[in-house]
C-alpha cells in the first residue's frame, strides 16, 4: 500500500512539474534534449560565482541555479573561487571586471547592457557575465540561459548587448476593481484587495518574464484612470508592488488623471496653470516618492474620449504636461503624455487630429516630458500606415505605443504573432531627414540626439494561468521586450527563440510553426481588413465586423466613417482631394500614395475612394480582389489548422489541444469576417463572388443581427 502510494506520488510531482499550462512562459528550464550539447553544456558549467551581493545578484542567483540546474539536470555550486567551469557573474562594481572585459565593450553596454564571454583565468576554463550595472549583469544571466534553451553553441562566446531604447515598458489598462480595459484573458493581476500584505508568487514571475526581455518600467492602471490610485492607501500598495519589482529593475508608473486635484485634493479647480494645482501636485509627487523612491512618473491620458485635460481651462497639452513635469522634476520622475487625442467638436478627418494639435506644440515640452503615439493615427489597427507625429514633432522626445492585447486583432482567440507589425513600422522612412529616418531612430532618439527615449506597449496579461489567454499571445509579450531591447532583431529571430524556449528546439516543428507565426498578421489583415480597410468591427465592443454599423454618438467612431463604400467605389480619400492627410507626411512619403496608381496597395483604401473596377496590379478589378483576399485570409487560417494538426505528439498535449481549439475558432470567425464583410460591400458594388470561391451560407441580415451584449474587455472606468 505504502509503495503504491509513493508511486502515485511521484507520478504526480512529474505531472505537476511538469503541467504545460502555459504558466512558465518562455522561461522553461527542462532538461536540454539534444545529448552532445548536454555534454558541452556540462563540461562547460559547474559552478557560479557572484562578485559581490545584492538584491539584484540574488534574484539573478536564484535564476541561474533554477535555470542551469534545470536545464543541464546536475547540481550547480555557489562558490567564491574560481575553478574550472565557472559562470562568473561581474559589475563595474568588482575591481576585476577591468582585467576581464575591455573598456570598449564596457562603455558599449552603458548602463543596463552586458558582456558574456569566453575565459581563461590562471588556466581556468570560464564564462564571465559581466554588466556595469548589477540590473546589466542580471540581463545578463537571462540572456545566458537563452543561449542554451535555444541550443546554442557556447564553446567561444563574446556577445556583447545594449538595449536602443532606454524606457522599455508595458502599460496595463487595468482598473481597480480588476475588469481590464480590452483585456480578454481574465481579471487583472493586481489584486489591490489583498495588497499591499499579501505578496502573490505571480507579481515575482511577472518580473522575472519582464526582466528576461529587458522590461524596466510599467504603468499599473488604466490611462482612462481612477485619481483614487493616487491616494495614500493605495500608494502603499503599489510601494509593495515596487518593493517586488525592485530587484528586476523595473520602475512603476501611474496613470494620473488630470483632475485629481479636485476628485481627492479638495480643489475647485485642475487648470494647470493654477498655482494651488501646481503645488497640490508637487506635494502629490513628493508624497509618493516617500513610498517608492525610484518612482518612474506619470502616464497620461488627457482631453481625449472625455477624460480630463488641460484643455478644459482652455490650456494647451504642453502647459498641462509640463506642470505636473515640474512637480517631478526634483525627484528625476518622467511625463508620458500621450497623443491620442481626438475631438468632436471638430469636422476634421480623425486621422489628422493628433498631428494639428500637437505639431504647434514641438518644442514647448520640459526635458522629462515623453509624448506617447500610437503608431498609427486611427487606433492599433491591423494594418496602419505610420503615425505622422513620428518624424513630425523633431523638437520633442516621440515615444512609441504598441498595443499588445489584441483589441482589433482577435481579441485572444486569434493565433497572430505581432513582431512584423511592429517591425513594419519600426523598419518605415519618415523621410523627415532625408532618407533613412526610420521610425526606430526617432524613437530611440538618436535621428535628434534626445536624451530619453522609450516604447511602450499596451499589455496582454491577466490572471489566466498562462497569462495571455492564447498560448501565443506569449509571443507578443516576448516580441515586444525584445524589439524594445534591439529592434534591429528580425521577427523570424524572434519568433524562432521563442518557440524554442516555449515549446522545443525540435527542427521541423520549430520551422512549421514559425512559418505560420510569420504569416498570422498578413492572414488576419486578408480577412479582416484587407487593401487598407480599417476600423470595420463591432461598435464599442470591437468584436467581429460591423461595417454597415453607423449608429455611434459620434461620427468617427462608425465603420461607415471609415470605408465609405458606395455604388462609386470604396475606401477614405486623403489626398489633396479629400482630407488631405497625406500632407502632414514628408513629401517623399506622400509620394508613395499620392497617386491611385502607384499606391502601394496594402494601403489603398487608407488614401483613396477607389472604383470597383479598378484594376489591380493582379490585372483583378478592385471588388474581385476584395473578394480574394477575404477568401485567402480564412484559405490561410485552414493551412495554419492543418499545419498544427501535423505537430501533434511533438509537443505536450495540453497545449497541443489548446492551440488547436482556438484556431477552430479562429476559422469560424475568419468565416464570419469575410462573408460579412463580403456581403456588405456587395450591396454597393453589386458585383457577383468571383466564380470558384465558396458562397456565404449566412445572409447579410443574419450576421447583422448578431449582438454580443456580453463581449469581454470594458470593464468600467474605476
Ligand atoms: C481605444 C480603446 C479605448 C482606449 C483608447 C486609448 O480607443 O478602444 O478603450 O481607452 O484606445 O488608447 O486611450
Known amino acids: 500500500m505504502k509503495k503504491y502510494f509513493l508511486l502515485l506520488y511521484c507520478c504526480l510531482t512529474v505531472y505537476i512539474l511538469h503541467a504545460e499550462d502555459g504558466y512558465r512562459l518562455w522561461l522553461r528550464y527542462d532538461k536540454v534534449d539534444n545529448s552532445k550539447l548536454l555534454q558541452q553544456y556540462r563540461n562547460a558549467i559547474s559552478y557560479i560565482q557572484f562578485a559581490h551581493a545584492s538584491p539584484t545578484l540574488a534574484a539573478a542567483k536564484e535564476e541561474m541555479i533554477d535555470g542551469l540546474q ?8 555557489v562558490q567564491n573561487s574560481t575553478e574550472n567551469g565557472t559562470v562568473l557573474v561581474v559589475t563595474a562594481a568588482d575591481s576585476i571586471i577591468y ?3 575591455s573598456r570598449d565593450d564596457l562603455d558599449k553596454i552603458a548602463i543596463d547592457g552586458f558582456v558574456i564571454e569566453t575565459k581563461k583565468i590562471n588556466q581556468k576554463n570560464i564564462i564571465v557575465i559581466a554588466g556595469n550595472t548589477d540590473i546589466g549583469a542580471l540581463y545578463g544571466c537571462f540572456h545566458f540561459l537563452r543561449l542554451l534553451q535555444t541550443q546554442q553553441n557556447i564553446q567561444q562566446l563574446s556577445v556583447v548587448s545594449a538595449p536602443t531604447v532606454q524606457l522599455r515598458m508595458l502599460d496595463h489598462w487595468d482598473n481597480l476593481t480588476r475588469t481590464v480595459e480590452r483585456g480578454y484573458t481574465g481579471m487583472s493581476i493586481w489584486n489591490w484587495q489583498k495588497l499591499p500584505d499579501y505578496i502573490d ?3 515575482t514571475d511577472y518580473a522575472r518574464a519582464n526582466a528576461s526581455i529587458g522590461i524596466n518600467a510599467v504603468a499599473l492602471n488604466n490611462v482612462n484612470a481612477n485619481a483614487t ?4 492607501d493605495y500608494l502603499i ?4 508592488l515596487a518593493n517586488v519589482f525592485r530587484p528586476y529593475g523595473i520602475k512603476i508608473f501611474l496613470s494620473a488623471r488630470f483632475s485629481a486635484p479636485i476628485e481627492i485634493g479638495g480643489l475647485k479647480t485642475a487648470d494647470p496653470l493654477d498655482a494651488q494645482v501646481q503645488q497640490w501636485w508637487k506635494k502629490k509627487a513628493d508624497e509618493i516618492y516617500q513610498y517608492i523612491p525610484d518612482f518612474g512618473g506619470f502616464l497620461v491620458k488627457a482631453n481625449s474620449e472625455g477624460q480630463p485635460g488641460p484643455q478644459n481651462y482652455n490650456r494647451t497639452h504642453a502647459d498641462g504636461a509640463n506642470m505636473l513635469a515640474d512637480a517631478l522634476a526634483l525627484h528625476n520622475g518622467i511625463v508620458i503624455w500621450r497623443a491620442f487625442v481626438y475631438s468632436n467638436e471638430t469636422n476634421e478627418d480623425r486621422f489628422k487630429q493628433a498631428y494639428n494639435e500637437f505639431k504647434p506644440l514641438d518644442g514647448k515640452f520640459r526635458n522629462n516630458v515623453l509624448v506617447q503615439v500610437k503608431n498609427g493615427p486611427i487606433d ?3 494594418r496602419e500606415p505610420f503615425h505622422p507625429l513620428f518624424g513630425g514633432m523633431p523638437q520633442t522626445q516621440v515615444m512609441m505605443e504598441f498595443q499588445l492585447t489584441q483589441e482589433y486583432l482577435g481579441f485572444a482567440t486569434h493565433l497572430v504573432y505581432l513582431a512584423p507589425l511592429f517591425k513594419e513600422c519600426l523598419d518605415a522612412d519618415t523621410y523627415t531627414k532625408g532618407k533613412g529616418s526610420y521610425i526606430s531612430k526617432v524613437v530611440d532618439g538618436s535621428l535628434e540626439n534626445h536624451p530619453v527615449s522609450g516604447m511602450a506597449a499596451v499589455a496582454n496579461i491577466g490572471n489566466d494561468i498562462n497569462w495571455t489567454g492564447h498560448p501565443f499571445a506569449q509571443a507578443n509579450w516576448y516580441a515586444f521586450g525584445r524589439l524594445a531591447w534591439n529592434h534591429n532583431l528580425t521577427s523570424a529571430q524572434i519568433a524562432d ?12 516543428f520549430v520551422n512549421k510553426v514559425k512559418e505560420m507565426m510569420l504569416v498570422s498578421r498578413e492572414t488576419i489583415v486578408d480577412y479582416m481588413t484587407p487593401l487598407g480597410l480599417h476600423h470595420i468591427m463591432g461598435y464599442s465592443h470591437h468584436y467581429g465586423p460591423a461595417p454597415w454599423y453607423n449608429s455611434a454618438a459620434r461620427a468617427d467612431w462608425n465603420p461607415t466613417y471609415f470605408h465609405k463604400a458606395d455604388s462609386a467605389g470604396i475606401g477614405f480619400d486623403r489626398t489633396a482631394t479629400g482630407s488631405n492627410a497625406l500632407s502632414q507626411y514628408a513629401p517623399e512619403m506622400r509620394k508613395q500614395f499620392d497617386d491611385i496608381n502607384t499606391c502601394n496597395e496594402n494601403y489603398l483604401l487608407w488614401f483613396h475612394h477607389v472604383p470597383w473596377n479598378f484594376k489591380m496590379k493582379s490585372g483583378r478589378s478592385l471588388w474581385n480582389e476584395l473578394c480574394y483576399k477575404y477568401y485567402a485570409g480564412v484559405d490561410s487560417v485552414r493551412w495554419m489548422q492543418s499545419t498544427w494538426d501535423n505537430m501533434k505528439g511533438i509537443i505536450d498535449d495540453e497545449r497541443f489541444k489548446e492551440v488547436k481549439m482556438l484556431l477552430t475558432i479562429q476559422e469560424k470567425e475568419a468565416v464570419w469576417w469575410r462573408n460579412a464583410c463580403i456581403l456588405y460591400f456587395q450591396t454597393f458594388s453589386k458585383m ?6 465558396e458562397q456565404p451560407d449566412n445572409s447579410l441580415e443574419y450576421y447583422e443581427s448578431l449582438q454580443f451584449p456580453y463581449a469581454p474587455g470594458i470593464g468600467g472606468n474605476q
Open 237 to 240: 500598495k503599489v510601494a509593495a
Open 229 to 232: 490610485i493616487l491616494t495614500k
Open 99 to 101: 582585467s576581464l572585459i
Open 380 to 382: 492599433f489597427q491591423p
Open 70 to 77: 534545470g536545464l543541464l539536470d546536475k547540481k550547480i555550486l
Open 497 to 508: 527563440e521563442w518557440i524554442r524556449k516555449t515549446f522545443t528546439n525540435t527542427q521541423p
Open 688 to 693: 457577383p463572388v468571383p466564380k470558384g470561391l
Open 201 to 203: 508568487k505571480r507579481y
